[in-house]
T-cell receptor, first 113, second 111 residues
C-alpha cells in the first residue's frame, strides 16, 4: 500500500514566482491536512480539506496561499509570489475519517532564493 | 489555535536509561493525544496515541495521560541511540482530526 505521496520533494523558487505542491493521500483516505514546518520548529496547521471542500483554513495566511482537493487528482497547495519567509518544509497528512491519527508524507521542501 | 507546550531540550540520556518526555496542553476539551517521532530531515511518524487517563504501553514506549493536570508524557525504556530524534506531542481539540503540535523535544541517547 502506497503511503501519502508528495511531490516535488524539493522545490527552488525565486522571489515572486509561484510554488505548487501536490499531495496524494493514502488509498481510502478522503481527508487531507497541510502543515508547515519552519527550521527547528514544530508543525503548524494550515488547512484541512475533504474532496472538493475546504473544511478549516484557519492556519492559512490570508494572502498568496490557497489549497484545493478536487474530485479527481491530488490536493494542491499553491503559494503565489513567494517570499524568502515561505522557505519551509510543507507536510501533507491524510486520515480515513474514522480514526484520530494522521499519516504524513515525506514533505516538500521549498527554498526561496 | 490552542497551545501545546514541550521542553525543546535537548534531553540527553545514556544508552539503556529511561527517557521521559513531557507535554502540557491548554484546552481542557482535548480528547486525544499523540506522540510522533521525527528524525532530522524526515517526516513525522506515529509512535503512540492515548485517549483515556492512565498509562498505555507498547513495547518500550509508555504514554501517560492526566487530563485533570492537562499533562501527557512519553516514557522510553532501555533507550537506544536509534531513539535519538525529535519527539512531537500532538493534541486533537476539535470535532475532527485536526492535530495541534508542540514544538518538539530533541532527545539524544549517547552510548
Amino acid at each position: 500500500n502506497a503511503g501519502v505521496m508528495q511531490n516535488p520533494r524539493h522545490l527552488v523558487r525565486r522571489r515572486g514566482q509561484e510554488a505548487r505542491l501536490r499531495c496524494s493521500p493514502m488509498k481510502g483516505h478522503s481527508h487531507v491536512y497541510w502543515y508547515r514546518q519552519l527550521p527547528e520548529e514544530g508543525l503548524k496547521f494550515m488547512v484541512y480539506l475533504q474532496k472538493e471542500n475546504i473544511i478549516d483554513e484557519s492556519g492559512m495566511p490570508k494572502e498568496r496561499f490557497s489549497a484545493e482537493f478536487p474530485k479527481e487528482g491530488p490536493s494542491i497547495l499553491r503559494i503565489q509570489q513567494v517570499v524568502r519567509g515561505d522557505s519551509a518544509a510543507y507536510f501533507c497528512a491524510s486520515n480515513p475519517g474514522d480514526t484520530g491519527e494522521l499519516f504524513f508524507g515525506e514533505g516538500s521542501r521549498l527554498t526561496v532564493l | 489555535q490552542k497551545e501545546v507546550e514541550q521542553n525543546s531540550g535537548p534531553l540527553s540520556v545514556p544508552e539503556g536509561a529511561i527517557a521521559s518526555l513531557n507535554c502540557t496542553y491548554s484546552d481542557r476539551g482535548s480528547q486525544s493525544f499523540f506522540w510522533y517521532r521525527q528524525y532530522s530531515g524526515k517526516s513525522p511518524e506515529l509512535i503512540m496515541f492515548i485517549y483515556s487517563n492512565g498509562d498505555k504501553e507498547d513495547g518500550r514506549f509508555t504514554a501517560q495521560l492526566n487530563k485533570a493536570s492537562q499533562y501527557v508524557s512519553l516514557l522510553i525504556r532501555d533507550s537506544q541511540p536509534s531513539d535519538s530524534a525529535t519527539y512531537l506531542c500532538a493534541v486533537n481539540t476539535g470535532g475532527y482530526n485536526k492535530l495541534i503540535f508542540g514544538a518538539g523535544t530533541r532527545l539524544a541517547v549517547h552510548p
